[in-house]
């Protein structure tokens, strides 16, 4: 009598299906950790709008990292693996986000930073052939995210009739840590090669910069250093700082939406 061995869903993925997995996972932590981050700056809002306006953007950003990782399972990932299984040093956002604001100018420069690099990601997906539905998912969450953009554009506009104001020196700061999602230009892409993005990296990090550009000055830009690595895409090691984790992590599962 033959038997048929068990076979983990992850193991069996392709090279292409592996390296999908791992940016949704990126993109939708990066998501995950913006909501708290929007979560713990709540109370430093400047008035009602921002309050109202900072409560929609966590909530939207918590609706967008559930429906990717919702998306997940096509890759054999649960829903309790994503959410609540992982612990720091297993959540792939922007090294962009772990370090914590400063002031209220460094926190509107790193949410404009970190909206407009998740949203240009994003963006690459909106015509897949390859996934339909990611597509849609992509196309939903990408014209949901102008308002985020909307938001701190206004905010920095603001700032900048302040001459103490110290938006420009913090974005300069902030842009060279957001560049960090890219890493270096040449590396292998076998998303955009295998037809899920209809961009590349290397173009995604110039569009990126144009739309950062037209807001604020780019023309300094370090050069990435080379330990760059795309499945958590972020230079060093994997993972968030415990400290940060344990402040934005769920912990009230029974609380949780079905």
């Not at 985020?148 to 001459?163: E, F, M, N, V």
Request: charged share 30%.
């Amino acid at each position: 009598m033959m038997t048929t061995k068990n076979v983990n869903p992850v193991e069996s993925l392709s090279e292409t299906d592996r390296c999908l997995r791992d940016e949704l996972y990126c993109i939708a932590d990066a998501k995950l950790v913006l909501a708290g981050w929007y979560m713990l700056a709540l109370p430093n809002g400047r008035s009602i709008a921002d309050f109202t306006s900072i409560c929609a953007m966590m909530q939207g950003q918590y609706g967008h990292a559930r429906a990717i990782y919702q998306h997940l399972g096509r890759f054999g990932v649960t829903r309790e693996e994503a959410e609540w299984t992982r612990g720091a040093k297993d959540i792939r956002s922007p090294k962009l986000l772990d370090r914590p604001p400063q002031s209220w100018a460094d926190f509107i420069a790193s949410i404009f930073m970190a909206e407009q690099a998740i949203s240009t990601q994003l963006s690459a997906y909106r015509t897949s052939v390859t996934d339909r539905t990611l597509a849609r998912l992509a196309d939903k969450v990408h014209k949901e995210s102008r308002f985020h953009l909307s938001y701190s554009a206004g905010w920095i506009k603001a700032l900048r009739k302040d001459p103490l104001s110290t938006i420009d020196e913090d974005a300069r700061r902030r842009l060279t840590e957001a560049l960090d999602w890219w890493g270096a230009v040449d590396q292998p892409d076998v998303l955009f090669s295998g037809g899920y993005r209809d961009t590349s990296d290397s173009e995604l990090r110039k569009r990126f910069l144009e739309a950062v550009g037209a807001i604020f000055d780019v023309s300094e830009v370090a050069s990435p250093p080379k330990s760059w690595q795309r499945f958590i895409r972020r230079n060093g090691s994997p993972g968030i700082p415990e400290s940060l984790f344990e402040r934005i992590r769920f912990k009230n599962r029974e609380l949780a939406l079905p």
